[in-house]
């Protein structure tokens, strides 16, 4: 196992969740870490992702301004803030990480098992 999210659950529209993504026997100091959020049926879709030291991020234009992706080093974990949740942002939320900063689920290499929102109206 080499990523483990964590922080999902259920919550009502405007409300907040913060999702966290651990390396487990991976270090992930120096990779850019993603979020992507896939519903049932539909294509894997690029959330947010940060560079190695967090001084660069990018945010999908449909989250920008409500969802804040951070990361912890000493902690080997990133983070997502989610607030002002919608239900269309109801999904299985996944971290990756990898090489390069993309908004394409093929370049990263390495995947946790994905953690549910519903975000309940």
């Known amino acids: 196992v080499q990523l483990v999210e964590s922080g999902g659950g259920l919550v009502q529209v405007g409300g907040s969740l913060r999702l966290s993504c651990a390396g487990s026997?991976?270090?992930?100091?120096?990779?850019?870490v993603a979020w992507f959020r896939q519903v049932s049926g539909k294509e894997r879709e690029f959330v947010s992702a940060i560079s190695g030291n967090g001084g660069t991020t990018h945010y999908a234009d449909s989250v920008k301004g409500r969802f804040t992706i951070s990361r912890d080093n000493a902690k080997n974990t990133v983070y997502l803030q989610m607030n002002s949740l919608k239900a269309e942002d109801t999904a299985v939320y996944f971290c990756?990480?990898?090489?390069?900063?993309?908004?394409?689920?093929?370049?990263?290499?390495?995947w946790g098992q994905g953690t549910q929102v519903t975000v309940s109206s």
């Open positions: 990756a990480s990898g090489g390069i900063m993309t908004t394409r689920a093929v370049p990263y290499d390495y």
């Open positions: 026997g991976r270090i992930l100091s120096q990779d850019v």
